[in-house]
T-cell receptor
Framework: NAGVTQTPKFRVLKTGQSMTLLCAQD?????MYWYRQDPGMGLRLIHY???????AKGEVPDGYNVSRLKKQNFLLGLESAAPSQTSVYFC????????????FGNGTRLTVT | AQKVTQAQTEISVVEKEDVTLDCVYE???????LFWYKQPPSGELVFLIR??????QNEISGRYSWNFQKSTSSFNFTITASQVVDSAVYFC??????????????FGTGTRLKVLA
């Protein structure tokens, strides 16, 4: 059982370039989340989705877009990367209802130069 | 607004010492859930425990124990007889119910635990 899979694991971008991070889960979870982790700031929510075709903004959505065309996939896009988006990105999924723990992917380390 | 505070940024202990990681939360919800996660040096996030707001019983799992006190809005985590493998960043989290009926998960800033041999 793969759980939550993130691709790629590492990426280096130049300022202004675009890219898409892919998150795939095989647990049939309704809820999916994208977080970024920065030193001293913990995990901050970028966007989330409560089901196929729905997305919502989290705490730090600016500069990012997301799509949930299929239930198992949640894509995070950076249209024009900036150095401030250098971070480790985590995708997570859960059954929902607030009492279920998040299942995390292994993260994507992104550097924007 | 809901909030999770982990005031201890970094703790260093010598192996076999006991250590407590503090977590204080703020919420207006009457029903809520608290979680602890471990992030070892390899980087993945590992779920440790969940506690709901109606269950104030302490929990023990091997060398790990958790103390939940609603009166002080705290959900502290104690490692007994620490080991080098316990070295990690530990995150406390709170699930927040939204008016839409969905939930968001709010994380503290984490406590880095270093266990020295």
């Amino acid at each position: 059982n793969a759980g939550v899979t993130q691709t790629p694991k590492f990426r280096v971008l130049k300022t202004g370039q675009s890219m898409t991070l892919l998150c795939a889960q095989d647990m049939n979870h309704e809820y999916m989340y994208w977080y970024r982790q920065d030193p001293g700031m913990g995990l901050r929510l970028i966007h989330y989705s409560v089901g196929e075709g729905t997305t919502a903004k989290g705490e730090v959505p600016d500069g990012y877009n997301v799509s949930r065309l299929k239930k198992q996939n949640f894509l995070l896009g950076l249209e024009s990367a900036a150095p401030s988006q250098t971070s480790v990105y985590f995708c997570a999924s859960t059954q929902g209802a607030g009492n279920s723990p998040l299942h995390f992917g292994n993260g994507t380390r992104l550097t924007v130069t | 607004a809901q909030k999770v505070t982990q005031a201890q940024t970094e703790i260093s202990v010598v192996e076999k010492e006991d250590v407590t990681l503090d977590c204080v939360y703020e919420t207006r919800d009457t029903t809520y859930y608290l979680f602890w996660y471990k992030q070892p040096p390899s980087g993945e996030l590992v779920f440790l425990i969940r506690r709901n707001s109606f269950d104030e019983q302490n929990e023990i799992s091997g060398r790990y124990s958790w103390n939940f006190q609603k009166s002080t809005s705290s959900f502290n985590f104690t490692i007994t007889a620490s080991q080098v493998v316990d070295s990690a960043v530990y995150f406390c989290a709170l699930s927040e119910g939204l008016t839409s009926g969905t939930y968001k998960y709010i994380f503290g800033t984490g406590t880095r635990l270093k266990v020295l041999a």
